[in-house]
């Protein structure tokens, strides 16, 4: 399991345990979750919780979750939870032409990601994790371009 992005904390969901690190101390979470922190990035199960993973909650960007069915030959490589993608648009007048509408978008679920995996449509489901300025507008673009057939996700290796 890998938690969601903008996960509430809460003491149920971290256990404290007694570990020995001789480097890097600092970049973990030491001791007992305060109150009011999400977390901003993939964290799996028992993991050490990194400190650049959390971010109090009133800092954490609104967010909307979009999820769409994708061709699964279309997507990029094992993507998986945690990938960070470039989302494009093609004009339906014109096929040829493609738009950078969301650059560096995380992904948060993906079904076809270990092994390629698709239903017998050939779709896979692909959420993504949407902020920033126009939150609403760009939302409405990717769900208008997803429904018309019109997207497309490039992987940003190396990023999360």
């Not at 009011?36 to 967010?63: Q, T």
């Not at 030959?73 to 470039?86: F, Q, R, T």
């Amino acid at each position: 399991m890998v938690w969601g992005f903008w996960l509430r904390l809460t003491s149920e969901l971290v256990e404290v345990q007694n570990v020995r690190l001789e480097h890097g101390v600092d970049t973990y979470l030491t001791g007992e979750v305060g109150s009011g922190y999400v977390v901003v990035r993939p964290v799996g199960r028992g993991e050490l919780l990194p400190s650049a993973a959390i971010s109090p909650a009133a800092e954490a960007p609104e967010v909307r979750y979009v999820t769409r069915p994708l061709d699964a030959a279309e997507l990029p490589h094992g993507i998986s939870p945690g990938d960070v993608v470039d989302v494009w648009t093609t004009p339906l007048d014109d096929a040829s032409a493609a738009t950078l509408l969301l650059p560096a978008v995380s992904v948060t679920a993906a079904s076809a990601g270990v092994g390629g995996f698709a239903d017998a449509s050939r779709q896979a489901q692909v959420t993504l994790a949407i902020t920033g300025d126009d939150l609403h507008d760009i939302t409405a673009q990717l769900v208008a371009a997803a429904r018309a057939g019109r997207v497309y996700l490039a992987s940003l290796p190396g990023i999360q």
